[in-house]
Each structure stands twice: as C-alpha cells, then as structure tokens.
C-alpha cells in the first residue's frame, strides 16, 4: 500500500512540475488567441495568411516562432487563424513553428540534454513546415478544407459573434475596456473548451515518467544493424508521445528520460515534434473540425514528424554534430521549485490569468444554454417576466425560447391523474 501511495504520490508531483514549466506559456498563447479572436478583422487574415504559396506560409511560420510554446495554446490560435481565413497549410505551419521554433523550447532542451537537440529542433521545424506543404494536398482535399472551416466557426468554444472591438483604431483597443472584455471572454471559452484535456495531459505525464528507464529502453531496437534501429525508433518516439505528451516545453522531461534509456538521436526529436498529436490534442481537433479532417491532419503530421526526424538525424550525422558523451541521469530530469525566472514568469501569468477571469466575471453574464461567459453590454437578450438573460448567440438564444416555450406548454396541459 505504502509503494502505491509513493508511486501516486510522486506522479501528481512531477505532473506539477511540468505544469510549473509550461504555465505562463499556457496564459500567454490563449491571451494571444483571445487577442487575435477579438481584435484581427478576417479581412486582413485572409489577405495575410490565405493561401499555400510560399509568402503565406512563411508569414504563419514566423507568426509561430514569435508565439507561444505550449501545443495547446498553438492550436487555439491556429484554430482562431484558420477561421479567420488562414488557409489549412499556414494554420500548420504556425502550429509547427510555435512549438518547435520558440526560443524558450530551445532553451530548456539545451539544459537538459544539450545544445544539438537545441539546433535539431529549430532545423526540424522548418522541415516538417517545409514536407507539411509539399503533403498536404495527399491528406486533404481543398472541400474538405472548407468543411473543416464552417465546423470550425460553429465549433463549441465559437459561439462567436461579431466583436465591435475587430473595427477600433489599435489605440482604442488597448485603452477601451470594451476590446478588452472581447479579448477576456474569448480567453475565457477557450480555457472552458480545453481544460479537461490540458489536465489529462499533465497527469499522463506525470505517471508515465514513474516508468523506469528499463520499461522505455525495452521499446527500442539497440542491437540490429542500421538503419533497422533508427527507423524503429522515429516510429516508436512518436507513439510514445501520442500516449504521454503535455506540451512543447512540458514534454522535454520525458525526451530526457527516453534519451537516457536508449532511444536514438532521429527517436527523442521525432517524439519532440509529436506534441501536436497526442490523444487529448487528436480530440480537440475532432471537437474543432470534425472527425475527417482532424484524423486526415493527425496522419500528415505523423508523416512529417517522421520524415523531419529522419532527414535531421542524417544531416546531423553527416556533419559530425550527434552528441557524444554521458546521458543524463533520472536525477537530473526533474528539478524542484525554485526563485528563478520560473517563478516569476508564472507569478506574471498567474496575474494575466486572474486580471481576464476578473474581467469576464466584472463585465460577464452567463449563457443559460451553453454556460459560456458573455459580455453583458454586447450579448443578445432575452426579457422573460422581471428576470433578463444574456446569449452569446441566436443559437441559444433560440434554443433557449424552444425551451421555455416547452415549459409553458407543459404546464398548460391536464394532469391526467385528475383527467380520469
């Protein structure tokens, strides 16, 4: 009993720290995608970003780079890029550079398990960019693409309305508590969307690093002749990370404990690049675009991954620049709470994260139909008798006059007990 108590124990700690890793990453990219759901007109998306020739997707990858570093927080603003416009192959492009080709990433990769892996991931970043391109059509139809879009526009965390912040000079925005509030509340729909599956992420990977380094090292081919061992492994790394990832910088950790038990070099940056297809991520892209395109960009992105790996570890190896010298131990993985820059950046995000809930709650109502926070000066209404209710939406609002018309009928039919 005292063994299990240990092993919970130890799980929900290290679920911790990796969640102290990634937090102020989390705040700061769903801010971001609040911002870009409240304040980009589509217009200027759709002229920026429409589109799968090279000036596109090359503004959507530096777009990224400049971004978040949390998968999660990628793929909301991805998902408020796409439906404003931005076309299915910059919407991945983002995606690919905003968790690979952040400065943040690349500095805890290089503390931990040293500065090839560093350079290997921004070099690998722009190849999936460049292999997700010249794929992507294989994957998905232009339809399908289009279909993905409407789904994405009318997806749960969207209910979203017109915001009258979108035409304010960029002056009034960042003055007007009004354009704020747009931003709060698309802030807050998406964390109402997504954190059931960012908590699941954690403590999948909590748990999964109290796996020995002897579990992993028994999933990889070590002995067989090249490049049989290398190819296991790329395949491997991402299943691995499908099953246990957090995010981006979250999942660095684990790449230490898969790169002290034996993986390969192309094996831990294959299982890097996987974190935008694990299984919580997988349903949020069902949840998004629907179940086709969701599955259809999760087997191009496999690909890719693969591929990326496999063309870096060659490269690497043909240049002399593998790593050489001792792993790290389990000792050196996971750290502990320390008065660093860490505390500070999440003591920031903590306050974001407080000042937009504050906001929302300050200038919010709740929908009665979907329980999504709304801003009560710009929400449809709906009087019924002295009680006034607010919608984010002529869906709900709809549904919720269905409903009370339902109630009103209901109680304005005989009880058949007194009817016999």
Not at 134 to 143: G, H, K, P, Y
Not at 185 to 210: C, P, S, Y
Not at 252 to 268: D, M, R
Not at 333 to 350: P, R
Request: aromatic share 12%; proline share 4%.
């Amino acid at each position: 009993m005292t063994g299990v108590l240990d092993v919970i124990w130890h799980g929900l700690r290290d679920s911790f720290l990796m969640a102290w890793e990634v937090w102020w990453a989390l705040v700061l990219g769903f801010a971001i995608s609040g911002i870009l759901q409240a304040w980009v007109p589509r217009e200027r998306v759709e002229a920026a970003l429409a589109g799968s020739g090279p000036r596109p997707i090359a503004l959507a990858t530096g777009l990224g780079a400049a971004s978040s570093s949390c998968s999660y927080a990628a793929i909301a603003i991805a998902k408020s890029l796409f439906q404003k416009g931005a076309s299915g192959a910059s919407a991945l492009a983002f995606q690919f550079a905003s968790t690979n080709l952040v400065w943040e990433l690349g500095l805890v990769l290089w503390v931990l398990i040293g500065w090839q892996f560093t350079l290997a991931e921004y070099v690998g970043g722009i190849v999936m960019v460049l292999v997700m391109s010249v794929l992507l059509r294989r994957f998905v139809s232009r339809e399908l693409e289009e279909q993905a879009r409407s789904h994405a526009r009318q997806a749960d965390t969207g209910h979203q309305h017109h915001m009258a912040s979108e035409q304010l000079p960029w002056r009034e925005r960042l003055l007007s508590a009004r354009a704020w509030s747009d931003v709060a509340h698309n802030f807050r729909g998406d964390w109402q969307m997504l954190w059931k599956e960012v908590t699941i992420g954690f403590l999948l990977a909590g748990f999964i690093a109290q796996l020995g380094n002897g579990f992993f090292s028994s999933l990889f081919v070590q002995h067989a002749p090249q490049p049989i061992p290398t190819i296991e492994n790329v395949i491997v790394g991402p299943v691995i990370a499908v099953l246990s990832f957090v995010c981006s910088v979250g999942n660095v950790p684990l790449a230490a404990v898969l790169w002290s038990g034996g993986i390969s070099f192309a094996g831990v940056l294959a299982f890097l690049f996987a974190d935008l297809i694990v299984l919580p991520i997988i349903a949020i892209y069902r949840k998004y675009y629907g179940r086709s395109y969701a599955l259809r960009i999760t087997a191009l992105m496999f690909v890719t991954m693969v591929i990326a790996g496999l063309v870096v570890d060659g490269v690497f190896s043909l240049l002399g620049l593998l790593p050489s010298g001792p792993r790290p131990s389990r000792t050196d993985i996971f750290g502990s709470l320390q008065i660093d820059y860490k505390l500070f950046l999440n003591l920031l995000g903590l306050a974001i994260f407080a000042a937009l809930f504050w906001l929302t709650v300050r200038r919010g109502a709740t929908d009665p139909i979907c329980g999504m926070k709304v801003d009560r000066s710009k929400a449809i209404t709906k009087q019924l008798g002295s009680e006034k209710f607010y919608f984010c939406s002529e869906h709900c609002l709809h549904a919720f006059e269905a409903g009370a018309e339902r109630q009103a009928d209901s109680r304005h039919q005989p009880d058949a007990s007194h009817s016999r």
